[in-house]
């Protein structure tokens, strides 16, 4: 399996720390809002990362955070009149249902960085005693310039860097590109800490929950390509200054979605909300995921519609077969492999296994469709087609799309063959009756 590792701009081996298992740490939302669907990209690609790792029989451990303390949550608190407690709980579980929504899973390790606020106080001054960091006035920055190669991930320039952060004038920091690690604060909710009340910086967050859930490197750190600057480069340098290491040895991060060619962003106002998305939410995932994940996607309605076309392709087969295969009692057993379709899986996973290529993934299961319309059409044995069954099954575990599809009950098998006999003797009234009642049930 090969990923593209941002760290090194190179696609490489992967290699996992140990056997059979792999470790994934995804930068989560501050939760002050609902997320728009330029958010939900990350969430649906390392969701899709995780089913293929556990397709694939590793054993995976995926954590991915909440930003319950920041700036813009104390804004909202004052602003609604709440306490900043409600506010994330509330978005906490807006999230959460927004990600259900999208099919992604929701049974990972979701830690809260008010949960970890000691650990992240001891990680901060780990960072002072070992003379990375520095006190001022309250405040506490990292010391930049005792990074040797900082500036790697984002292939940035510490000397361009300088000329850049200069505009924002801060006579606290020894170096204008050192960063807040703990923030005095006057406003909102603080915590205490040895170097005074206040709230951490954002990068110390995620650096401190990762250290002590995995206890060690990871094996793949991701987020969005926004995120590669400052809050990853700054991850590394903390990680760098206390363990020698670069927190993950593969680093993944995922292109933006954009309304037709204009960024997505609270501020520019056009956002489409999760919440408020109408379509069928198979065929937004397919949507996401017909797009490399490390390329931009412009979203339009008509692309979007597009795959609402495709999932229904893809439903209407895969109900067919499942209906011929109820229809005929047949029992899931061992299913016989078609050449063609071990084609189809090959090429899949060689899709997947070269950096997730997502779209290379969907057209393999286009392909499947393709070939299972043709089976039908066919009189394929029963066996054959429980494969085709079983490939789409293994598809739509990768990618979670869920099409429902509902078992046949004794009633609906008597009310399809009696659809059945009479669109043979052409009575259409008849027909029709049972068609409607087929429909009203989903079956068809
Ligand atoms: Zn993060």
Known sequence: MKIFNSYTNKLEEFVPRHKGK???????????????????????????VRRYFEHRDYEVKFASNFTDVDDKIITKAIEVEKTEKE????????????????????????PRVTEYMDKIILYIQELINKGYAYQADGDVYFRVTKIKDYGILS????????????????????????FTLWKKTDVGIKFAAPFGEGRPG??????????????????????????????????????????????????MHNGLLNIGNAKMSKSEGKTILVKDLTVNPNAFRLFTLSTHYRSPINYTDEVLNNYVKEWDKIV?????????????DHIYGNAKIHPDLLLIYKEFLEAMDNDFNTANGITALQKLVKIANQMLRSNTELDVLLSVLKLFNDFFS?????????????????????????????????????RNILQEKGVI
């Open 22 to 48: 792999v470790s994934i740490y995804v930068c989560g939302p501050t939760v002050y809002s609902y997320i728009h669907i330029g958010n939900a990209r990350p969430v649906i690609f390392f969701d899709t």
């Open 87 to 110: 506010i994330t709980d509330k978005f906490i579980e807006a999230f959460l249902t927004d990600v259900e929504k999208v099919n992604s899973k929701t049974d990972y390790i979701k």
């Open 155 to 178: 292939n940035r320039n510490v000397d361009d860097l300088i000329s850049g952060a200069r505009i924002e004038v801060n006579t606290k920091k020894e170096n204008p590109l050192d």
């Open 202 to 251: 954002w990068h110390t967050e995620c650096v401190a929950m990762i250290e002590n859930i995995f206890g060690e490197e990871i094996d793949i750190h991701g987020g969005g390509s926004g995120l590669l600057f400052p809050h990853h480069e700054n991850e590394i340098a903390q990680a760098k200054a206390l363990h020698n290491h670069s927190i993950a040895k593969y680093w």
């Open 316 to 328: 209407r087969v895969y109900k067919a077969l499942h209906l011929k295969l109820d229809l005929n």
């Open 398 to 434: 990768v990618f979670g799309l869920k099409p429902d599809v509902i078992e046949l009950e004794r009633e609906d098998k008597k009310t399809y063959l009696l659809w059945e006999k009479a669109r043979k003797d052409k009575d259409f009234s008849a027909a029709d009756k049972y």
